[in-house]
């Protein structure tokens, strides 16, 4: 094989690589601006000619392939460095000062992209965790131990957990919200509810009140891709949440709650309007039991919060799944008719 074969083979790789990452940006992540970019690298690489020997590519169809990439992070990690890497090589074996240039420009181009589309990748990764059950623990409300919750939760198949607990202090919300974080599997999502610096510290996400924080400064406190849930009560309320860049919003008191005695009430009805006008997932919250899910799910909801109910039945785990499959079809089901 000779030189034209190796830039041939880098060409090629560059191509396929950058086309991988476009997919992504295109079709998954829905970035007008990456998925240019990306494909002006694709395009910019030009192919000289087919690979007609693959069999006397000692690397090629003969080289068993054992590393079997299903997580999306990895898959975007793993193109973006062969594109980097044969553009290494392109621009080490090409002859011109122009062409050695073009590639250099073009690598420095794709290393750029490559921390923009990990970064969205990330962000993407957490916010398609927004759907099903989404659990409340309230050391106040709950009779389980911590070590008990979080056992039973890393067992569930729930994507989301929140800390929240108005009664306790700030040294022991510290501690508990630790205790949680060291125990709980990383696949899940961790919001702490109402302490910013806390949920900085340990946490996927922040969840706030209207009232707990101005909402306008909110995001320029915490990192683009921290989870911001906040609490909304309205159409109007949640319209105006909207400005401030949430990943979900909460609707609610639905029904009779126990855990917050003095919530203000929203109906069925308002909270169906609610989920028709707002783009971003809406989470049903307050008295939502196994008994009336239904009416909830009626309303085209991503997810469903709950603190007590479920850890009042004889098998919370059975339960938990059950409430969280029922959540993840019906929104599916949802997704494919509208």
Known sequence: MSKIHLINANIHRAKEGARVLEDIARFLLRDS????????IRHRIQSRSPI?????????MQLTENNVRTNLLNITQANA?????????????????????????????AYDVHSKLYYSVQKYLKWNLLEGLYLIIDTDIISYSIEKIIEII???SVYIVQYRNKLTSK???????????????????????DHIDIALDFADGIHLGQ?????????????????????????????????????????G????????????????????QICNQISIPICAIGGINTHNLDQVLNANIKMAALI????????PLQTINDMHEKIIKHSAFNITVN
């Open 308 to 315: 007590s109910s479920v850890w009042e039945t004889n098998n």
């Open 154 to 156: 890393n067992e569930s």
């Open 171 to 193: 040294k022991m919300f510290i501690e508990q919200a630790y205790q949680i974080k060291k125990q709980l599997y990383p696949n899940k999502l961790f919001i702490i509810n």
């Open 211 to 251: 009232n707990d924080y101005p909402l306008e400064r909110i995001r320029h406190i915490i990192p683009d891709n921290f989870i911001l849930g906040i609490s909304c009560h309205s159409l109007n309320e949640a319209q105006i949440t909207m400005q401030y860049d949430a990943s979900y919003i909460a609707i």
């Open 81 to 109: 460095l062969r594109i980097q890497e044969a553009l290494r090589v392109l621009e080490e074996m090409t002859e011109t000062l122009a062409e050695k240039q073009g590639m250099k420009e073009l690598r420095y181009q």
């Open 52 to 60: 007609y020997d693959t069999k006397e590519d000692l690397g090629g």
């Open 253 to 272: 008191a639905l029904f009779k709650t126990k855990s917050k005695k003095d919530a203000l009430s929203v109906s069925i009805n308002e909270l169906q």
């Open 33 to 40: 601006t990456l998925f240019h970019q990306i494909r002006e």
